[in-house]
């Protein structure tokens, strides 16, 4: 197995599940998507930026963030920099144990404010985890078709604004980064994001997409180094400590440590998974 099937294999494990349609989509997809985005992290050398936050009502779900932080970690592992992008109240839960930036919710400046913030930060790759990406309509709406936008931080402007790589990672079509697909995924009972992305991640869970990040950098580095799995992933602990600053579960609505309501034990049988299918053959190269 070279490191193209690999992917392939990694990419269609993240959709096996096929909560919401991702399967269907990822036929529509360039193979190769994870490895190319696994790449892009690794090489990184300066500020990655990652955004991530899915308002439910006053609150924000806990799929993203879990695998903002997962990236975030690998980022710092790896010897970059590594910042959160996200409104308030998910900002203030995450601002004392990560650096985080603070995007403006429901305002008119977003285009100004992610211009001055790109300029400042000169990010070398932008990440987006489960950001609610915009409609054709200049809206933003969830799984259920309502409209989110007074609760919304436009996160959609840095990657239309962005002189570097983008990556988005998405699990239903309302995402950023959808629009690559977009008519694809207007086949979905959703209202669909238009915002597009250099490289867009299918996965069954956002969340889970950062696991398999983690596996192919880690594949990537290892060849190198003979490092093994890079970071430790607890998605259990991730989770709890989400729900203890006010995070909820984006399908059911309560403050559990689930994510889209899958209890942890789903996302540890992947990392299994994955662990098994990158580190069982510690000989895989890449076809000349």
Not at 26 to 41: C, F, M, T
Not at 136 to 159: E, Q, T
Not at 180 to 202: F, G, R
Request: hydrophobic content about 45%.
């Amino acid at each position: 197995m070279d490191l193209l099937d690999l992917s392939i294999a990694i990419e269609q494990m993240l959709v096996r599940q096929n909560l919401r349609g991702m399967a269907r989509l990822l036929a529509h997809l360039k193979s190769g998507s994870y490895l190319r985005a696994a790449r892009l992290i690794k090489d990184s050398k300066g500020l990655v930026l990652i955004g991530t936050g899915f308002p439910v009502g006053d609150s924000f779900e806990t799929d993203g963030p879990v695998g903002a932080i997962i990236l975030y970690q690998l980022v710092e592992k790896l010897g970059a920099t590594a910042m959160l992008a996200c409104g308030e109240p998910l900002f203030s839960a995450l601002k004392e144990d990560y650096a985080c930036l603070q995007l403006p919710v429901n305002t008119d400046d977003a285009a100004e404010f992610a211009r001055q913030s790109l300029q400042q930060l000169s990010p070398e790759l932008i990440i987006s985890i489960e950001r609610p990406g915009l409609a054709a309509d200049g809206r933003y709406y969830n799984m259920r078709g309502l409209d989110i936008s007074a609760r919304c931080a436009n996160f959609d402007v840095f990657f239309q604004q962005a002189s570097c790589p983008t990556i988005a990672i998405g699990d239903g079509g309302n995402e950023i980064g959808m629009g690559n697909l977009n008519e694809a995924v207007s086949q979905l009972a959703i209202t669909p994001s238009v915002t597009c992305c250099d490289e867009l991640l299918l996965a069954d869970v956002s969340n889970w997409a950062a696991y398999a990040l983690v596996a192919l950098v880690s594949k990537l580095k290892d060849a190198e180094t003979n490092c093994g799995w890079l970071i430790d992933c607890q998605p259990a602990e991730l989770l709890q400590y989400l729900v203890e600053r006010g995070c909820v579960d984006g399908v059911t609505g309560l403050a559990c440590i689930t994510e889209d309501s899958l209890p942890p034990e789903h996302a540890m049988q992947l990392i299994k998974d994955l662990q098994q299918l990158c580190f069982k053959n510690k000989n895989l190269q890449e076809k000349p």
